[in-house]
């Protein structure tokens, strides 16, 4: 069985800032993907980054990197320098044996 | 290259009624995902292909749901008798096959918002 928990329903951050959007898991599976979709208004999901199990470093992917923490199982998405246009919904998910699980996402907010 | 299509982006049918949603995956992928998103929530798994057959329908919620993809490609998501509870936006997402079977990051179509009156 496979568990995705985002804490924070909703965040706020000033343009060009940087800001972390918090993600904890749970799996049985040994190995597994970690995944950080972005949802716009507009309603489609959209690939950011993806961190697997067994890799070493963390994530990047531009002005996302993923801080991957196996132990504390946390996969936390850090967005820098903050956009007007990265408002949106953040949904984390995992997925090991085929079947993805997502969370029910944070609302972030980018104030001018 | 094109992406994940989705038709109708819109469907308001009566209670009872039976529906058809198409998805048309990015070509090569083999892999494909459909989910229902409520609002406030995320996507939850319905049923997923690789290839022609249904890999795990685990996440159907009962039998009045059926999903095909007879020939790997397009698939259709059949709703019979349906409720006002089955209201949702339905996603669509396909992907290549990650590697030991893994899940692989997907690319999501624009979903269909279903409405049952």
């Known amino acids: 069985a496979q568990k995705i928990t985002q804490t924070q329903p909703g965040m706020f951050v000033q343009e060009k800032e940087a800001v972390t959007l918090d993600c904890t898991y749970d799996t049985s599976d040994q190995s597994y993907g970690l995944f950080w979709y972005k949802q716009p208004s507009s309603g489609e999901m959209i690939f950011l980054i993806y961190?697997?199990?067994?890799?070493?470093q963390n994530a990047t992917e531009g002005r996302y990197s993923l801080n991957f923490q196996k132990a504390r199982k946390s996969a936390n998405l850090v967005i820098s320098a903050s956009q007007l246009g990265d408002s949106a919904m953040y949904f984390c998910?995992?997925?090991?044996?085929?079947?993805?699980?997502f969370g029910r996402g944070t609302s972030l907010i980018v104030h001018p | 290259g094109a992406g994940v299509s989705q038709t109708p982006s819109n469907k308001v049918t009566e209670k009872g009624k039976y529906v058809e949603l198409r998805c048309d995956p990015i070509s090569g992928h083999t892999a494909l995902y459909w989910y229902r998103q409520s609002l406030g929530q995320g996507p939850e798994f319905l049923i997923y292909?690789?290839?022609?057959?249904?890999?795990?329908d685990s996440g159907l919620p009962n039998d009045r749901f059926f999903a095909v993809r007879p020939e790997g490609s397009v698939s259709t998501l059949k709703i019979q008798r349906t409720e006002r509870g089955d209201s949702a936006v339905y996603l669509c997402?396909?992907?290549?096959?990650?590697?030991?079977?893994?899940?692989?990051?997907?690319?999501f179509g624009p979903g269909t918002r279903l409405t049952v009156t």
């Open positions: 997402a396909s992907s290549l096959t990650g590697a030991g079977g893994l899940v692989n990051e997907q690319y």
């Open positions: 998910a995992i997925g090991g044996s085929y079947i993805p699980t």
């Open positions: 292909f690789q290839g022609t057959g249904a890999a795990d």
């Open positions: 961190q697997g199990s067994y890799d070493e």
